[in-house]
């Protein structure tokens, strides 16, 4: 194994180090659930002192790349589970694909009085019942997105905590109440683990998330589910594909 020189030309060490750690990941030289050279190898290694090697290093766990392990160091961790934003959302799919087992805890199920944001997304009359679902979804039994989903009372009146535990609420609605569902919009932002959050997902209060907030629709454009995703980001990631415009000659 070639050992990488660190250049001296304005560009932090720990910056440097953190490119090439990244490297070994994405060549696999660092596989999968391996763990890594401890931090004082790492220094004798590039021979730097401690800061910029444990600088680089938390950088890529704040990235998702690694994880500090109590007792075993620190591991490298698989793939991001990543979905096109062209996609229609299904998490069982998305996690499939990455050949693992999805799983879903239900938190609460509640039938409520629609709140005021939900009325507005769901364009419902005041005083209108919904039924409120807070879920956590898992991959290998590792907690990725706790979701909650707001369903019109009306859509599906006889829907059961068992069912709305089940992998797909989607084929639920087409396949026992007949409600096909034709397309959505997802809303995207950053946003910070607050203390429910942190604790259902396993993470540090105010770690970086990613909401996405979904309206989904049936024929008629009329809102049928809304819901709101908080994801670990460092588990978690969308993409899009652009293509440039045809220009004729």
């Not at 070639?2 to 030309?9: G, M, S």
């Not at 490297?23 to 999968?32: D, K, L, N, Q």
């Amino acid at each position: 194994m070639a050992v990488a020189t660190l250049k001296h030309d304005g560009i932090p060490l720990y910056v440097q180090l953190e490119e090439i750690f990244a490297e070994r990941i994405a060549t696999a030289e660092w596989a999968v659930n391996e763990t890594i050279p401890n931090e004082l190898a790492l220094c004798k290694e590039f021979q730097v002192s401690r800061g910029p090697v444990r600088q680089a290093l938390d950088q890529l766990v704040r990235k998702g790349l690694l994880y500090r392990k109590q007792g075993k160091g620190t591991v490298v961790l698989p793939p991001k589970a990543e979905n096109h934003l062209s996609d229609f959302y299904s998490f069982t799919r998305l996690i499939e694909r990455r050949n693992k087992q999805p799983s879903i805890q239900l938190l609460s199920f509640e039938n409520v009085p629609a709140e005021k944001y939900a009325i507005s997304y769901l364009k419902l009359a005041a005083g209108s019942q919904i039924f409120k679902l807070r879920r956590l979804r898992l991959a290998d039994q590792e907690p990725l997105i706790v979701e909650t989903i707001y369903l019109p009372h009306d859509v599906c009146p006889d829907l059961s905590a068992a069912e709305a535990a089940g992998p797909s609420l989607y084929e639920l609605l087409r396949e026992r109440y007949s409600v096909n569902l034709v397309h959505s919009k997802h809303y995207f932002e950053p946003t910070v683990a607050n203390e429910f959050e942190a604790g259902v997902l396993g993470v540090n209060i105010n770690m970086p998330m990613l909401l996405m907030e979904t309206i989904t629709y049936t024929y008629g454009d009329l809102p049928i589910v809304f819901s709101k995703a908080v994801m670990r980001g460092d588990r978690v990631r969308y993409y899009v594909e652009l293509s440039a415009p045809v220009v004729s000659s």
